[in-house]
């Protein structure tokens, strides 16, 4: 199954172009970085497969869905559905606890059921290693315990593809590689993966497929493989 498919996608921010012709695939299970200078469109083409920008021209679909030309379709909430989006200012609501934090996205996700709820929150809090944090504020975690509580989130509704941008941003090496290592775990289970990063060294520790935006176009190091620089 492919998660991702562009075909000759612009990705704009108002009248410019950020990016033109972008054609590319991503399969079910698969892991792909995604690279550029500051400025290059990194942020905007994970926005697009969002929809929170629209895809004026040329085609696209993510886990199943058409991507939209204007940003009011109906679909938008069912497409973001099936995907966990992770930022790198951890984004979080700070007034509430860990759980409720969960709970928030599980009702807007139209959950039922006090104890099924509690059950899902449990359970992927501990497939990120933090069984025992539902019931803490967020300011009471490190940032790398925030950042594991974002994925928790994100893993809530069982998405197909994960989209992360700059996941590892504001954390310490130590730290930004054993979230990494989550990543590659949930990978491994199957979730797709399309991560923005500025990290070489994750990914030379790491290596996967790269796409990297330069000069207005996508390029596909599973084309044409090149050299990070
Ligand atoms: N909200 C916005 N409105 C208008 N233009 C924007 C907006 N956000 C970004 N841009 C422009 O779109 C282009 C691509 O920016 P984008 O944020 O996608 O790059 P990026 O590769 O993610 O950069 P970074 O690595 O700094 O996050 C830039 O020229 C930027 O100035």
Redesign the pocket.
């Known amino acids: 199954m492919t998660v991702i498919e562009l075909h000759d996608a612009y990705i704009m921010?108002?009248v410019?172009t950020?990016l033109q012709k972008v054609t590319f695939a991503l399969e079910k299970g698969e892991f792909a970085y995604l690279v550029?200078?500051?400025?290059?469109?990194?942020?905007?083409?994970l926005?697009t497969l969002y929809a929170d920008l629209p895809l004026p021209a040329g085609t696209g679909s993510v886990v199943g869905f058409a991507l939209p030309r204007s940003g009011s379709s109906s679909k938008v909430p069912y497409l973001r559905r099936k995907l966990g989006i992770i930022f790198q200012d951890f984004q979080l609501l700070f007034d509430r606890s860990v759980a409720d934090n969960m709970l928030f996205v599980l009702n807007a996700t139209g959950w039922t059921g006090k104890a099924r709820k509690q059950q899902r929150i449990s359970e992927v809090l501990m497939r990120v290693g933090l069984a025992s944090v539902a019931g803490k504020m967020p300011h009471q975690l490190s940032g790398g315990e925030q950042q594991r509580v974002v994925i928790a989130r994100a893993l809530l509704n069982e998405p197909l593809l994960l989209l992360a941008?700059?996941p590892t941003g504001n954390l310490d090496p130590d730290v930004a590689d054993s979230i990494m290592q989550l990543f590659v775990e949930i990978n491994n289970a199957g979730t797709a993966v399309l991560m923005?990063t500025?990290n070489y060294q994750i990914i030379q520790q790491y290596p996967r497929r790269v796409l990297k935006?330069e000069q207005g176009h996508l390029i596909d190091s599973a084309v044409s493989p090149f050299e990070l620089s």
Do not use: F, I, M
């Open positions: 921010q108002d410019n950020v550029g200078r500051t400025g290059s469109g990194k942020s905007s083409l926005k941008d700059e923005a500025h935006c």
